[in-house]
């Protein structure tokens, strides 16, 4: 039987509304002593893949402070312990001013597994309807675009888009529609 990590002891050394961050002594698979920090967050993230019937994606632009860069994300954020189909909604009106009569849980991303215990649910919303009421500066966003799914999978290919969770909605995407041709 492998051996695994054996947590001797745990405290926090950081906690604000968003995030707590441990520091675990620790007991590592090799038999040394060690520490382990990390991070826990205290209500599962959520995704939105809202698409049109053209086959156009919606994308958000924001600058992410630990990188110091701007990325191409899709609609999100945390569920505030809400139902997530409902934070969902919320997070797709909040950040693009759309509203979807149509949404499926695609399914679930493990972010961080190497240092956090962050989850996101993946949805895909479609029958897609613009209110022109948003959130958006509030939570950073310089730019909502629509594109089309072909040129977003080149963004993904050319390195314009990084982020994990965008390719693990588009990698969900494709598994459950295999007859899509791109």
């Known amino acids: 039987m492998p051996k695994i990590w054996k947590k001797l002891s745990s405290k926090v050394i950081h906690k604000d509304p968003w995030s707590t961050i441990h520091l ?37 632009k924001l600058f992410r402070y630990p990188t110091k860069m701007y990325f191409w994300e899709l609609p999100g954020g945390g569920s505030g312990n809400q139902n997530s189909l409902k934070a969902a909604k919320r997070e797709l009106w909040e950040e693009t001013g759309l509203v979807a009569k149509t949404w499926k849980k695609l399914g679930e991303s493990q972010n961080f597994n190497s240092f956090s215990d962050a989850k996101t649910d993946i949805y895909i919303a479609t029958n897609l309807t ?8 509030e939570d950073g966003i310089v730019e909502v675009k ?7 999978l080149q963004m993904v290919e050319s390195k314009k888009i990084t982020e994990v969770k965008v390719i693990a909605a588009l990698t969900l995407y494709f598994l459950k529609n295999k007859k899509i041709k791109i």
């Open 130 to 137: 613009q209110t022109g009421l948003d959130k958006k500066h």
């Open 24 to 60: 675990d002594t620790v007991i590592k698979p090799d038999g040394k002593p060690g520490n382990y920090a990390w991070l826990q967050v205290p209500s599962q993230g959520v995704m939105v893949l809202a698409i049109t019937e053209k086959q156009e994606i919606y994308l958000v």
């Open 146 to 152: 629509k594109i089309p799914l072909k040129k977003v």
